[in-house]
């Protein structure tokens, strides 16, 4: 009796025990990430995104379905990313939605959902020998305060497979999750001035990056021509903005206009410069001959990044690491649109270990000029550079389409890794500093700035090509920058200088997540193919066997008992 009673008091002690913790665990939870890259813990920065939102953030996401392994690999782990921040904020509430379940309304949803700009993505299933393609639809989107916008679930890369592919995306989940809400909560606060009136490129050839800008800064065109009638009036109005893109400037700038982005740079202000020393693009070579002659671009510009600490040399950059250029093969109807490698059009590489540039795409460039550093007190970062495979060329130079059938020879390109591309930051000294100035400023300015010879801390971009801003106009059409369209390859145009402007505004925190990296193991569907039926036999055929063997074991010894 004694013993039963001190049973029911162990037991009831227990149940008491697992009924405190089980209501301690509902009132307090806690995820442990164990994975070595920290794959589930978000970035202080992403969690930042979310931090003040107090309505519902709802997002649909409609990655779902019966997938291969890799993307329902990359499905799982959105809704992880998704879990950790609804975790953070009750209000991101999100759900995963099939519009290719339905036979019947399939292809409307298709269309509906093309139609607001989340294209259908084909994938290739290998099942038995045999391939078949398939659609998915790797887009997400998010909607708050009755804003919505488009959130891609897979980043393209050039000549990737489809492992390569998922890992690429699954490592820019966070970043394009928390760009998105960036949008969605976050009021625009920085101004960037996009220069006029020195023949930089038309707004149709920069159409998609400025729109793409335009989702977090305020923009607007800025023209330096009232600086001639009143230098000061286009001095205050220009230090309104925080950042100045000057995009293939062809016209050449007079020594006012220096003046005035000088004494912008001085007051603090960043510049993104995409200019080039010389003249020459591919349309100059759409006629009968097939050529051109590339000369030298004055821009009046030399001493002004001189003095700043760079110098982009008159020349040409012929990289064997390119992109190709297409042309049309063949006399008459037999013609045929081919790609063919084009040394004039380099593929970039980017600096591993800078925000800007980790985890980045080539960066395409087009008849591209080279920068020299300089020594003076500004810090200077080489961002991307041309290949190892590189020569340079002077100008003048008739360029011909001919180059394209002539076998190069790789010890003429004896020139690697030449500058394209380079940030500037610290304490800028003035262009005019112990020089004649092209006009006075008046006394209140310069009582609000103090020593105009003097920046305080600031930072530019120099890339020694326009054409690495420009996007291709089909149809009259801007196309998204980076994208080909004849090749149908895509590059790192954009997001090269997305990171640069954001970097630029001091705005880098969405920057710093790219550099997380997620490293995901795969397995290899082409072993899995080869040793299929082995590891069926393996998987069913073993575990028979070992259970057939313990049966007859143990009817052995039953049996052997039962005699005795």
Aim: charged residues 25%; proline residues 5%.
């Amino acid at each position: 009796m004694l013993k039963t009673r001190k049973n029911i008091i162990t037991v009831s002690i227990g149940i008491l025990i697992l009924i405190i913790i089980n209501v301690v665990s509902s009132k307090i939870y806690k995820r442990f990430d164990l994975t070595l890259d920290q794959r589930y813990t978000l970035s202080r920065e992403a969690l930042q995104t979310v931090e003040n939102i107090n309505s519902p953030l709802i997002i649909d996401v409609f990655l779902e379905g019966d997938f291969p392994s890799e993307f329902r690999r990359l499905r799982n782990e959105t809704q992880q990313l998704l879990e950790e921040f609804s975790l953070e904020n009750a209000q991101v509430r999100f759900d995963f939605i099939n519009p290719l379940a339905d036979e019947k309304t399939r292809d409307q949803n298709v269309q509906q959902l093309a139609q607001r700009g989340l294209q259908p993505f084909q994938i290739n299933i290998k099942e038995n020998g045999k391939t078949s393609q398939e659609l998915i639809i790797p887009w997400a989107l998010a909607s708050y305060n009755e804003k919505t916008v488009i959130i891609p679930l897979i980043k393209n890369k050039i000549g990737a497979n489809d492992q390569e592919l998922v890992n690429g995306s699954i490592q820019n989940l966070e970043y394009a999750f928390a760009e998105a809400f960036k949008k969605l909560v976050s009021p625009k606060q920085k101004k960037i001035a996009v220069l006029r009136g020195n023949g930089q490129l038309a707004d149709i050839y920069v159409a998609d990056f400025l729109k793409t800008l335009g989702e977090h800064y305020f923009l607007a065109p800025f023209t330096l021509d009232s600086v001639a009638k009143n230098p000061q009036k286009t001095l205050s109005e220009i230090s309104n903005y925080d950042l100045i893109i000057s995009a293939k400037p062809s016209v050449p700038f007079s020594e006012e206009e220096k003046y005035v982005l000088d004494q912008f740079t001085m007051r603090g202000g960043k510049s993104l410069w995409l200019t080039e020393s010389i003249v020459m693009d591919r349309d100059s070579l759409l006629n009968k001959s097939g050529k051109a002659v590339a000369i030298m671009k004055d821009l009046n510009l030399t001493d002004f990044f001189f003095k700043y600490g760079v110098r982009i040399n008159p020349v040409i950059v012929n990289d064997l690491y390119s992109a190709p250029i297409t042309l049309a093969v063949g006399e008459g109807s037999n013609s045929q649109f081919q790609p063919l490698q084009w040394p004039y059009s380099p593929l970039a590489a980017s600096n591993p270990n800078h925000a800007i540039t980790t985890n980045l795409d080539p960066v395409k460039f087009d008849f591209a000029s080279q920068i020299d550093t300089l020594k003076n007190g500004i810090t200077k970062t080489i961002l991307l550079r041309s290949s190892q495979l590189t020569k340079l060329e002077g100008v003048p130079r008739e360029i011909s389409l001919e180059v394209v059938t002539q076998e190069p020879n790789p010890e003429g390109y004896n020139e690697p890794n030449q500058t394209l591309a380079v940030l500037l930051e610290g304490t800028f000294s003035s262009v005019y500093e112990n020089r004649v100035k092209p006009f006075n400023m008046s006394d209140l300015q310069k009582d609000q700035m103090g020593d105009q010879t003097i920046s305080v801390p600031t930072k530019m971009i120099v890339i020694a090509d326009g054409d690495v801003i420009k996007n291709e106009v089909i149809r009259n059409k801007p196309q998204e920058l980076g994208f080909e369209f004849l090749t149908k390859r895509k590059f790192g145009n954009k997001e090269f200088l997305e990171n640069a402007v954001n970097y630029l505004l001091n705005d880098d925190g969405l920057i710093n997540i790219r550099t997380k990296e997620v490293k995901l193991a795969f397995l290899d569907s082409e072993k899995i193919e080869d040793e299929k039926l082995k590891w069926q036999l393996v998987n069913i055929g073993l575990p028979l066997l070992i259970l057939a063997l313990f049966g007859i074991v143990f009817n052995y010894f039953r049996r052997k008992r039962n005699t005795k």
